[in-house]
């Protein structure tokens, strides 16, 4: 690597970035034991990458270079404030104490920094509406505006939230650790609705060009598995099982030039059997247990899909028998729209339109461009093209994400050429 460009050197460290930041913010907290510090902190190594890699090359282990480095950087900028401010010498010596603790007890604790960080962000003492969000933004690096598009909610609300969760951190002394074995199934749903919004950020990206970010799935397919590594407990199982079931259409999902493929159009030969083994394997064992939770549920769900050869064959009258089950475990209106789909395709569009409808006339999914985009479907496929257009253009006028909108424009363009 010696020698190369400053260009050069640049694109590897942009990649380096992408792959490896939120692991290395991990660490520097637990290091530093400060949200702001081991932020400023990892700015701060990655701008000194740059400099120096370009003369010495890239390290075998960028990742341990970085932590060091970031590490020495926080305490060297605590030195030079602590001359100017001698208040400074105590938080100086104190984080030194910190740092040397936690480095010389990290081959001791469990070894993911990252899911130490998701725990100490869903620590019982911050607010259960505060710790998805500061999780998704500290620990994964989804922006406010990206956190704020999954909440439907703006983004100035959601970086108060996230400031306070991180305030409360710092008041509360919540130490950064994973729990100790019988405190973790208290301190699990919160863990897992977090690990299930990355996933699902990945999957579907509420906003930008991409319609999935490769990137987050397979963090969230990550910490499942240490997850269900660290615990014994099936509504883990469940969950790893519904992500790898999710990703195993990736490939199909879209056309070589990004336009969406919905399932019942997609080629099957391009699911990925070998997560649909292991995701249905889970399944099977998760239900076994006899405790089948929300989530194993929607895993089940999605094995009936991986099943089928194609929709035709898929049991829909199986997979609205889990969304009954589902929505008696949490009768959400996510659950009743979606249940109202397979009814759709297991009765017919008329009483699939009916229930979406009576959703919609509630008012609870008036801000939501999936309810639109299915009530303008069911329209479509009974022939009620006006109807199908209003609705179509209600769900373009709400919906963030590039490929969702190029797909809702080419539905209603199709309804246009239809009627003329």
């Not at 703006?154 to 400031?163: D, E, F, G, K």
């Not at 969950?239 to 990736?250: K, V």
């Not at 194609?310 to 209106?333: C, G, H, K, M, Q």
Request: aromatic share 6%; net charge negative; hydrophobic share 40%.
């Amino acid at each position: 690597m010696r020698g190369s460009s400053t260009e050069q050197i640049r694109q590897q460290v942009d990649a380096i970035y992408q792959s490896e930041s939120r692991r290395v913010f991990a660490t520097l907290i637990r290091l530093l034991g400060d949200f702001d510090l081991a932020e400023e902190a990892l700015h701060d190594a990655f701008a000194a990458a740059v400099v120096q890699w370009q003369e010495t090359g890239i390290p075998d282990q960028p990742r341990a270079w970085l932590v060091s480095t970031g590490r020495f950087k926080a305490i060297d900028s605590l030195r030079r404030r602590a001359r100017f401010d001698e208040a400074q010498n105590e938080v100086v010596q104190r984080l030194e104490g910190i740092a040397d603790l936690n480095a010389d007890r990290s081959d001791q604790e469990v070894e993911d920094d990252r899911l130490r960080l998701i725990f100490t962000c869903c620590h019982p003492a911050i607010a259960p509406q505060v710790q998805v969000p500061l999780t998704l933004r500290e620990v994964c690096g989804l922006t406010t505006e990206e956190i704020a598009s999954a909440f439907l909610t703006s983004p100035a609300t959601m970086a108060q939230r996230i400031v306070r969760g991180k305030s409360k951190i710092k008041e509360a002394n919540i130490p950064y650790v994973v729990p100790a074995r019988e405190d973790l199934p208290d301190r699990l749903d919160g863990v897992l609705t977090v690990v299930y919004l990355v996933f699902n950020e990945g999957y579907s990206a509420s906003s930008g060009d991409e319609l999935t970010r490769l990137d987050l799935s397979e963090e969230a397919i990550r910490l499942g598995r240490l997850l269900v590594e660290l615990l014994d407990d099936t509504e883990v199982m469940g969950l790893l099982a519904l992500m790898l079931l999710h990703e195993s259409r990736r490939e199909a999902r879209t056309t070589s030039d990004g336009e969406i493929v919905l399932l019942e159009d997609q080629d099957r030969s391009l699911w990925d059997q070998e997560k649909i083994r292991e995701g249905t394997a889970l399944v099977e064992r998760a239900i076994a247990s006899g405790e089948v939770g929300s989530y194993t549920v929607q895993a089940a769900i999605s094995a009936v899909h991986a099943g089928a050869r194609d929709s035709a064959e898929t049991d829909w009258s199986r997979i609205v028998e889990w969304y009954d089950l589902l929505f008696e475990a949490n009768p959400s209106p996510i659950v009743e729209l979606n249940r109202a789909v397979a009814v759709a395709m297991h009765q017919g569009p008329a009483v699939g339109l009916e229930l979406v409808n009576a959703i919609l006339s509630r008012g609870e999914l008036s801000e939501y461009h999936l309810a639109y985009a299915a009530r303008a479907d069911l329209c479509r496929r009974l022939g009620q093209t006006r109807e199908a257009k209003a609705a179509y253009q209600r769900a373009l006028s709400l919906s963030h994400q590039t490929s969702e909108r190029r797909f809702l424009e080419k539905r209603l363009q199709e309804l246009d050429q239809a009627e003329s």
